[in-house]
């Protein structure tokens, strides 16, 4: 066991509005819990790591450039300590208490646990764009026929790992945009983790940091990239035993 329980991360780009709060907030969350909340500065170049440091956050990485929150989220993994890892979105679009959830399927014996707005029993408080919802689905069908997802929703930015298999994993991953998710959930099966879906409340709120079509469109290629990896052998074998 490793001295942290839970490691929750945020990945965080130009968070100075609300990355205090959200320290707050996901501290009192969780209580019962003995927790290592690590910020992941991705190159904001304003006053997010200082206010984070302010707020109590055990640690704060700061990227030197703005490489995108697959980037930002794996180094909150590899310097994270606990023996759960959680990565949720700084603007809180599920409530932080949900994190609960995702350690009780790990205790459970889930390697992975991955958040799914399209579970049957997940709901939305504030609903995303009609424009966001259609590019998810179409998203997602794409990801399903490239790479053979069998999950409904691999975007949830809610996630959490085994401290054994975020290892696994994100030391394998190269993916540093919003498709890294999609690496995520590849690499869970590939690695033959066992890997469960949570239900989610969503309170969407509309990132106004990220520029939609531009994103879309090198997620579609960051998939494919993902696919040809893969047939070309580019992700490395599994070296944990039982996997």
């Not at 995520?184 to 106004?208: C, F, I, M, N």
Request: net charge positive.
């Amino acid at each position: 066991m490793k001295s942290q329980t839970v490691s929750v991360i945020l990945p965080s780009y130009r968070a100075t509005s609300i990355v205090a709060a959200t320290v707050t907030r996901v501290r009192n969350a969780l209580p019962d819990s003995e927790l290592e909340i690590i910020v992941v500065d991705d190159g904001s170049g304003d006053e997010t790591s200082l206010l984070a440091r302010r707020a109590g956050a055990d640690q704060v990485i700061e990227l030197p450039e703005n490489r995108g929150k697959g980037a930002a989220v794996r180094a909150g993994m590899m310097a994270a300590s606990g023996a759960y890892l959680v990565f949720t979105d700084v603007d809180l679009a599920y409530h932080p208490t949900q994190i609960a959830a995702l350690l009780e399927a790990l205790q459970a014996g889930a390697d992975v646990a991955l958040g799914s707005r399209r579970h049957p029993s997940s709901s939305e408080i504030t609903p995303a764009s009609g424009l966001r919802k259609r590019g998810s689905r179409i998203f997602n069908l794409f990801t399903r026929l490239v790479v053979g997802s069998s999950y409904l929703d691999t975007q949830c930015g809610l996630k959490g790992f085994t401290a054994e298999a975020a290892t696994e994993i994100f030391t394998r991953s190269k993916v540093d945009g919003f498709a890294f998710d999609v690496e995520v959930v590849h690499l869970a099966r590939k690695l033959g983790l066992k890997t469960t879906e949570v239900p989610v409340v969503l309170d969407h709120v509309e990132q106004t940091t990220v520029r939609f079509i531009p994103q879309a469109i090198r997620m579609l290629w960051d998939v494919l990239k993902i696919r040809m990896w893969s047939a070309l052998g580019r992700y490395p074998n599994p070296t944990a035993k039982g996997h």
